[in-house]
Protein backbone atom coordinates (compact mmCIF):
# COMPACT_ATOMS: atom_id res chain seq x y z
CA UNK A 1 0.00 0.00 0.00
CA UNK A 2 1.19 3.57 -1.10
CA UNK A 3 -0.72 7.43 -0.38
CA UNK A 4 1.76 9.42 -2.37
CA UNK A 5 1.16 13.38 -1.00
CA UNK A 6 2.32 15.88 -3.98
CA UNK A 7 2.01 19.44 -2.92
CA UNK A 8 -0.98 19.27 -0.78
CA UNK A 9 -2.80 22.54 0.02
CA UNK A 10 -5.70 23.54 2.17
CA UNK A 11 -7.07 26.83 2.75
CA UNK A 12 -9.54 28.63 4.45
CA UNK A 13 -10.33 32.21 3.34
CA UNK A 14 -6.68 33.57 3.95
CA UNK A 15 -5.77 30.85 6.97
CA UNK A 16 -3.64 27.83 5.62
CA UNK A 17 -4.27 25.42 7.80
CA UNK A 18 -2.01 22.74 4.92
CA UNK A 19 0.78 24.02 3.28
CA UNK A 20 2.19 21.96 0.33
CA UNK A 21 2.73 18.83 1.84
CA UNK A 22 4.87 16.22 0.23
CA UNK A 23 4.70 13.26 1.90
CA UNK A 24 4.81 9.29 0.68
CA UNK A 25 3.94 6.48 2.88
CA UNK A 26 3.70 2.85 2.72
CA UNK A 27 3.20 0.00 5.26
CA UNK A 28 4.04 0.71 8.52
CA UNK A 29 2.97 3.62 11.84
CA UNK A 30 3.75 7.29 10.82
CA UNK A 31 3.88 9.57 14.01
CA UNK A 32 2.15 12.85 13.28
CA UNK A 33 3.63 15.23 16.00
CA UNK A 34 2.48 18.97 16.81
CA UNK A 35 1.05 20.96 19.12
CA UNK A 36 -3.21 21.73 18.73
CA UNK A 37 -3.75 23.86 15.64
CA UNK A 38 -1.14 22.54 13.74
CA UNK A 39 -3.18 21.15 10.78
CA UNK A 40 -3.07 18.00 11.47
CA UNK A 41 -6.39 16.86 11.85
CA UNK A 42 -7.18 19.11 8.31
CA UNK A 43 -4.38 17.20 6.54
CA UNK A 44 -6.45 13.66 8.27
CA UNK A 45 -9.91 14.97 7.17
CA UNK A 46 -8.25 14.93 3.47
CA UNK A 47 -6.65 12.05 3.67
CA UNK A 48 -10.23 10.61 4.59
CA UNK A 49 -11.56 12.71 1.61
CA UNK A 50 -13.99 14.30 4.34
CA UNK A 51 -12.67 17.64 2.47
CA UNK A 52 -11.06 18.54 -0.33
CA UNK A 53 -8.01 20.21 -0.71
CA UNK A 54 -7.12 23.50 -2.10
CA UNK A 55 -4.72 22.33 -4.26
CA UNK A 56 -2.37 19.21 -4.43
CA UNK A 57 -3.14 15.23 -4.83
CA UNK A 58 -3.02 11.97 -3.10
CA UNK A 59 -2.59 8.70 -5.16
CA UNK A 60 -3.27 5.66 -3.64
CA UNK A 61 -1.03 2.88 -5.40
CA UNK A 62 -0.82 5.42 -8.09
CA UNK A 63 -4.74 6.41 -8.38
CA UNK A 64 -6.22 9.90 -7.26
CA UNK A 65 -8.24 9.17 -3.74
CA UNK A 66 -11.30 11.79 -4.82
CA UNK A 67 -11.91 9.46 -8.69
CA UNK A 68 -11.42 6.42 -6.66
CA UNK A 69 -14.11 7.73 -4.49
CA UNK A 70 -16.19 4.39 -2.61
CA UNK A 71 -13.34 2.04 -3.84
CA UNK A 72 -11.07 4.11 -1.92
CA UNK A 73 -13.02 4.73 1.21
CA UNK A 74 -13.42 0.61 1.19
CA UNK A 75 -9.79 0.88 2.35
CA UNK A 76 -9.65 2.96 4.91
CA UNK A 77 -10.41 2.07 8.98
CA UNK A 78 -10.92 6.16 10.69
CA UNK A 79 -11.03 7.18 14.28
CA UNK A 80 -11.87 11.16 14.64
CA UNK A 81 -11.08 12.83 17.80
CA UNK A 82 -15.00 12.92 18.53
CA UNK A 83 -16.64 9.76 17.38
CA UNK A 84 -20.57 9.61 17.07
CA UNK A 85 -22.68 7.41 18.90
CA UNK A 86 -25.71 6.04 19.98
CA UNK A 87 -25.28 5.89 24.01
CA UNK A 88 -28.49 3.79 24.52
CA UNK A 89 -26.87 0.85 22.22
CA UNK A 90 -24.51 -1.92 23.64
CA UNK A 91 -20.81 -2.14 22.36
CA UNK A 92 -21.69 -5.16 20.74
CA UNK A 93 -24.94 -3.72 18.45
CA UNK A 94 -23.34 -0.51 18.13
CA UNK A 95 -20.26 -2.49 16.37
CA UNK A 96 -23.11 -3.96 14.12
CA UNK A 97 -24.93 -1.09 13.33
CA UNK A 98 -21.98 0.26 12.14
CA UNK A 99 -20.75 -2.95 10.14
CA UNK A 100 -24.36 -2.71 8.18
CA UNK A 101 -23.68 1.07 7.50
CA UNK A 102 -19.91 -0.12 6.38
CA UNK A 103 -22.05 -3.00 3.83
CA UNK A 104 -20.37 -5.94 5.82
CA UNK A 105 -22.54 -8.74 5.55
CA UNK A 106 -24.13 -9.99 8.42
CA UNK A 107 -22.46 -13.23 8.98
CA UNK A 108 -18.90 -12.06 8.25
CA UNK A 109 -19.81 -8.75 10.69
CA UNK A 110 -20.62 -10.75 13.73
CA UNK A 111 -17.59 -12.92 13.34
CA UNK A 112 -15.56 -9.35 13.29
CA UNK A 113 -17.35 -8.34 15.92
CA UNK A 114 -16.95 -10.68 18.32
CA UNK A 115 -13.26 -10.91 17.31
CA UNK A 116 -12.52 -7.11 17.58
CA UNK A 117 -14.19 -6.88 20.87
CA UNK A 118 -11.74 -9.70 22.06
CA UNK A 119 -9.02 -8.09 20.42
CA UNK A 120 -9.54 -4.35 21.91
CA UNK A 121 -10.08 -6.00 25.44
CA UNK A 122 -14.21 -5.35 25.57
CA UNK A 123 -15.50 -9.05 26.00
CA UNK A 124 -16.82 -8.23 29.48
CA UNK A 125 -18.33 -5.38 28.68
CA UNK A 126 -20.03 -6.27 25.14
CA UNK A 127 -23.25 -6.00 26.37
CA UNK A 128 -22.86 -2.60 28.80
CA UNK A 129 -24.34 1.04 26.84
CA UNK A 130 -22.05 2.57 25.36
CA UNK A 131 -23.18 5.99 27.17
CA UNK A 132 -21.79 3.52 30.24
CA UNK A 133 -18.47 2.98 29.50
CA UNK A 134 -15.01 5.01 30.38
CA UNK A 135 -13.29 7.05 28.29
CA UNK A 136 -10.96 4.32 27.48
CA UNK A 137 -13.39 1.86 26.40
CA UNK A 138 -14.94 4.27 24.52
CA UNK A 139 -11.54 5.05 22.32
CA UNK A 140 -11.53 0.82 22.42
CA UNK A 141 -15.11 1.05 20.71
CA UNK A 142 -13.92 3.58 18.59
CA UNK A 143 -10.77 1.90 17.23
CA UNK A 144 -12.73 -1.79 16.72
CA UNK A 145 -15.06 0.35 14.54
CA UNK A 146 -12.23 2.02 12.49
CA UNK A 147 -11.30 -1.86 12.01
CA UNK A 148 -14.60 -3.61 11.33
CA UNK A 149 -13.90 -3.73 7.41
CA UNK A 150 -10.12 -4.66 8.15
CA UNK A 151 -8.62 -1.37 6.70
CA UNK A 152 -4.92 -1.45 4.90
CA UNK A 153 -5.51 2.00 5.78
CA UNK A 154 -5.91 3.62 9.13
CA UNK A 155 -6.25 6.80 10.21
CA UNK A 156 -6.40 8.12 13.88
CA UNK A 157 -6.39 11.47 14.99
CA UNK A 158 -5.46 12.21 18.84
CA UNK A 159 -6.73 8.80 20.37
CA UNK A 160 -5.38 8.79 23.34
CA UNK A 161 -6.95 11.85 24.05
CA UNK A 162 -8.19 11.90 27.59
CA UNK A 163 -6.79 8.64 28.89
CA UNK A 164 -4.84 8.15 31.74
CA UNK A 165 -1.54 6.73 31.66
CA UNK A 166 -2.44 2.86 31.98
CA UNK A 167 -5.27 3.38 29.21
CA UNK A 168 -2.81 5.32 27.40
CA UNK A 169 -0.44 2.02 27.48
CA UNK A 170 -2.51 0.00 26.56
CA UNK A 171 -3.96 1.87 23.47
CA UNK A 172 -0.10 1.80 21.81
CA UNK A 173 0.33 -1.59 22.70
CA UNK A 174 -2.75 -2.12 20.56
CA UNK A 175 -1.89 0.26 18.01
CA UNK A 176 1.20 -1.64 17.71
CA UNK A 177 -0.36 -4.94 17.19
CA UNK A 178 -3.08 -3.58 14.68
CA UNK A 179 -0.33 -1.89 12.48
CA UNK A 180 0.62 -5.29 11.23
CA UNK A 181 1.38 -5.42 7.32
CA UNK A 182 -1.45 -1.96 6.85
CA UNK A 183 -0.56 2.31 7.00
CA UNK A 184 -1.01 3.39 9.80
CA UNK A 185 -1.42 7.61 10.35
CA UNK A 186 -1.68 8.87 14.24
CA UNK A 187 -1.61 12.51 15.08
CA UNK A 188 -1.31 13.34 18.62
CA UNK A 189 0.39 16.20 20.84
CA UNK A 190 1.93 13.70 23.32
CA UNK A 191 5.49 12.65 22.67
CA UNK A 192 5.06 9.27 24.64
CA UNK A 193 2.48 8.20 22.05
CA UNK A 194 4.31 7.85 18.98
CA UNK A 195 7.86 7.28 20.33
CA UNK A 196 7.81 3.45 20.96
CA UNK A 197 5.49 2.59 18.22
CA UNK A 198 6.36 4.64 15.04
CA UNK A 199 7.94 3.96 12.01
CA UNK A 200 8.65 7.53 11.19
CA UNK A 201 7.66 10.97 12.79
CA UNK A 202 6.49 13.95 11.17
CA UNK A 203 6.62 17.22 13.33
CA UNK A 204 3.69 20.05 11.63
CA UNK A 205 3.80 23.23 12.94
CA UNK A 206 1.40 25.76 11.04
CA UNK A 207 0.44 23.90 8.60
CA UNK A 208 3.81 22.64 7.38
CA UNK A 209 6.42 19.71 7.55
CA UNK A 210 9.06 21.12 9.66
CA UNK A 211 11.41 17.83 10.02
CA UNK A 212 10.27 14.09 10.11
CA UNK A 213 12.43 10.51 10.53
CA UNK A 214 12.98 7.71 12.50
CA UNK A 215 12.83 8.69 16.76
CA UNK A 216 16.87 8.31 16.46
CA UNK A 217 17.17 10.25 13.51
CA UNK A 218 15.49 13.24 15.10
CA UNK A 219 16.72 12.77 18.00
CA UNK A 220 20.56 12.78 16.42
CA UNK A 221 19.69 16.33 14.99
CA UNK A 222 19.66 17.64 18.65
CA UNK A 223 23.07 16.68 19.23
CA UNK A 224 24.94 19.55 21.22
CA UNK A 225 21.81 21.68 21.81
CA UNK A 226 20.81 20.04 25.41
CA UNK A 227 22.45 21.00 28.37
CA UNK A 228 22.48 20.54 31.97
CA UNK A 229 23.37 23.67 34.59
CA UNK A 230 23.79 24.66 37.89
CA UNK A 231 22.29 28.81 39.10
CA UNK A 232 20.61 30.30 41.99
CA UNK A 233 17.32 30.60 42.28
CA UNK A 234 16.89 34.14 41.99
CA UNK A 235 18.35 33.99 37.80
CA UNK A 236 15.66 31.19 36.93
CA UNK A 237 12.83 33.85 35.57
CA UNK A 238 15.61 35.85 33.60
CA UNK A 239 16.59 32.58 32.41
CA UNK A 240 13.51 31.39 31.71
CA UNK A 241 12.79 34.12 29.24
CA UNK A 242 16.44 33.50 27.44
CA UNK A 243 16.31 29.95 26.76
CA UNK A 244 14.02 26.97 26.45
CA UNK A 245 14.19 24.83 29.26
CA UNK A 246 12.24 21.08 29.56
CA UNK A 247 13.04 21.17 33.33
CA UNK A 248 13.81 22.40 36.19
CA UNK A 249 14.91 20.52 39.75
CA UNK A 250 15.65 22.55 42.80
CA UNK A 251 17.87 21.75 45.52
CA UNK A 252 18.83 22.76 48.76
CA UNK A 253 21.49 25.55 47.55
CA UNK A 254 20.71 26.10 43.89
CA UNK A 255 18.65 25.00 40.74
CA UNK A 256 19.40 22.15 37.84
CA UNK A 257 17.89 23.42 34.75
CA UNK A 258 17.69 21.34 31.62
CA UNK A 259 17.85 23.49 28.85
CA UNK A 260 17.52 23.45 24.94
CA UNK A 261 19.84 25.84 23.06
CA UNK A 262 22.08 26.10 19.93
CA UNK A 263 24.25 27.53 21.73
CA UNK A 264 26.24 26.89 24.95
CA UNK A 265 23.87 28.65 27.78
CA UNK A 266 27.16 29.23 30.27
CA UNK A 267 31.06 28.41 30.27
CA UNK A 268 30.36 25.42 33.26
CA UNK A 269 27.25 24.34 31.55
CA UNK A 270 27.74 19.65 30.29
CA UNK A 271 26.24 18.54 27.36
CA UNK A 272 23.51 15.82 27.71
CA UNK A 273 22.03 13.23 26.02
CA UNK A 274 18.46 14.44 24.00
CA UNK A 275 15.42 12.55 24.03
CA UNK A 276 12.47 12.81 22.20
CA UNK A 277 10.76 15.41 24.77
CA UNK A 278 13.33 17.65 23.96
CA UNK A 279 12.91 17.58 20.39
CA UNK A 280 9.77 18.17 20.74
CA UNK A 281 10.27 21.56 22.78
CA UNK A 282 13.25 22.40 20.06
CA UNK A 283 10.60 23.33 17.69
CA UNK A 284 7.10 24.20 19.40
CA UNK A 285 8.13 25.11 23.05
CA UNK A 286 8.14 29.07 23.81
CA UNK A 287 10.58 30.92 26.11
CA UNK A 288 8.42 31.71 29.00
CA UNK A 289 7.03 35.39 28.80
CA UNK A 290 7.12 38.28 31.06
CA UNK A 291 4.23 37.61 33.33
CA UNK A 292 4.45 33.70 33.36
CA UNK A 293 7.99 33.46 34.38
CA UNK A 294 7.74 31.91 37.42
CA UNK A 295 9.65 28.23 39.07
Not at 14 to 21: R, S
Amino acid sequence: MELKISKLTKQFGDFTAVDCLNITMTNGVYGLLGVNGAGKTTFMRIICTLLQPTSGQILCNGKDIFQMGADYRKLLGYLPQEFGFYPEFTVKDYLLYIAALKGIRPAVAKKRVKNLIAKVGLSKAENQKMKKLSGGMKRRAGIAQAMLNDPPILILDEPTAGLDPNERIRFRNLISELSQERLVLLSTHIVSDVEYIANEIWLMKEGKLLHKGTVEELIHSMTEKVWKCYTNKANVQDLMKQYKISNIKSEAQRVELRIIAKEKPFPDAVMEEANLEDVFLYYFGEKAGVDDAVI
